[in-house]
């Protein structure tokens, strides 16, 4: 922690995390400033009264420390974060209710791309909206490095669970955590402590056991061509970068019923249905890439276990690669099994800095300039505005996330259940030059297949799913 005169004001200012320096990496490596970007929309069915939600964000964004991180660059270019006291900026109101829906979800697409002033600047923009068929809510902007999908989806429900408060008299929510508590938490295990070594422990040991093989979403074509320009065919690696870091979203709706079915045999065999999500994605690699048996999937962990951690916002998720070589004649419920296993050592030692595994494992392996073995990103977000609601009121909601025009990988599938009505999206954010709709559409076929496939006849091998699908 060092002091910085801020306005004339003296401020305790305090280090970026390991999770907002994989953030903060990603800027220093894209000239698009809006890579950081976070664009997402909530609207209610219902007339409000949009002077009292003014008073709820407010009041919220006193609750919500991190919706009040600033950042500024210290003379040897570290970056360090602090808070302001209170915010003063107006909330803007906009009315789209005349428009068509969807130029209207267009407009805030634009909004999305547009980047915000790195330092010393409000990283966060709030907007009334009003849409089409009576839907009212909030558009929200933020900034990764001090918000993740788990924060926005808390600081939302604050909002709305202020409002209803005072409009109807609901029960009042109750106080959220601080993030600087969190913050200090996380500082304290990176200075050198008896948790952190065990850590790095760990995961050099998972490093040194045996090289992984790059599985691709699009199937072996990468990975060959790579060989022969490199005259290696025993290469296990590939050069995952693209030309271009422009990106957009694709969003594929499970209808309510076979969502239901996929969470009672989650319930009924005592699977987390990330198990069940990572293991229908890697075995649908495997059956790209000529029924590979050595799969890994970069799994995004949301380290948020503890009440502190739920309710003090930030960002907080780590990214490590999820490495499992099954072979054909294992079951679909014994593949299961070894996933979530897998999972639980990750979660055991996910506070490392997944920067610097990453960093490790690339020179023990000796890859090249952004080499990688994981194609693909996951994310379970559990999380909904109505889950185990009782001071919101049972009423049509619509959420949106928009993209902001840009990514950092290749392909990043976030699934997620719908506020409407339990049902699961898979919202694909891709690289336009690394995959086209077309292809989105045929993964997320092949995915459906291999969890139903899995589902109805949990005994079945591998290999048998493989030839089936």
């Known amino acids: 922690m060092k002091e910085f005169q801020v306005n004339g004001v003296t401020l305790q200012c305090y280090p970026l995390t390991a999770a907002q320096r994989i953030h903060n990496y990603s800027t220093m490596h894209c000239p698009y400033h809006q890579l950081l970007n976070i664009g997402t929309g909530f609207y209610i069915q219902m007339e409000t009264d949009f002077s009292l939600l003014k008073e709820a964000i407010y009041e919220s964004y006193q609750r919500f420390e991190s919706m009040r991180l600033r950042f500024l660059k210290d003379t040897d270019d570290t970056v360090y974060q602090y808070l302001v006291p209170f915010e003063e900026r107006d909330i803007e109101y906009y009315d789209f209710s005349h428009w068509k829906e969807e130029d209207a979800h267009d407009e805030m697409r634009r909004w999305t791309a547009v980047p915000f002033k790195r330092f010393h600047s409000p990283m966060s923009r709030i907007v009334m909206i009003s849409l089409p068929d009576g839907y009212n809510g909030i558009y929200m902007k933020v900034d990764h490095m001090t918000m993740d999908s788990s924060s926005i989806i808390t600081f939302i429900r604050d909002i709305l669970e202020i409002y209803c408060a005072k409009k109807y008299d609901m029960a009042y929510p109750k106080p959220m955590q601080s993030y600087i508590k969190a913050l200090e938490k996380d500082l304290a295990y990176e200075a050198g402590s008896p948790a952190q070594k065990k850590d790095a422990a760990f995961w050099k040991a998972e490093i040194e056991k045996s090289e992984p093989m790059y599985t691709d979403f699009n199937g072996m074509g990468r990975l060959i061509r790579q060989r022969i320009e490199n005259h290696n ?98 079951t679909f419920m014994d593949g299961l099994r070894m996933m979530q296993e897998e999972q639980n050592k990750i979660f055991r030692h996910a506070n490392y800095d997944s920067i610097a595994h990453t960093f490790q494992r690339n020179r023990y392996w000796k890859l090249t300039p952004g080499a990688s073995y994981e194609s693909i990103s996951l994310t379970y977000q559990p999380m909904t505005l109505k889950q185990d609601a009782d001071n919101i009121p049972d009423i049509p909601y619509k959420t949106m996330w928009y993209t902001n025009g840009v990514a950092a990988q290749p392909l990043y599938l976030t699934v997620m259940h719908r506020v409407e009505d339990g049902g699961l999206n898979f919202n694909f954010e891709y690289r336009k030059d690394a995959v086209t709709d077309y292809e989105m559409e045929y993964l997320y076929y092949y995915l459906c297949r291999v969890l139903f496939r899995g589902i109805e006849n949990s005994d079945r091998t591998i290999g048998e799913i493989l030839d089936i699908i």
């Open 233 to 330: 065919p025993e290469q296990r690696s590939a050069k995952v970068t693209s030309v271009s870091p422009e990106a957009s979203i694709s969003v594929f709706q499970l209808e309510k019923e076979p969502s239901e079915r996929l969470m009672k045999f989650c319930e009924e065999k005592r699977v987390p249905m990330a198990s069940l999500l990572l293991m229908g994605l890697r075995t649908v690699l495997s059956k790209f890439n000529g029924n590979e048996k050595d799969v890994s999937i970069k799994s995004c962990v949301a380290r948020r276990g503890t009440l502190l951690e739920k309710k003090s916002g930030g960002t907080r998720i780590h990214f490590f690669p999820l490495r499992t070589i099954m072979e054909p004649e294992m």
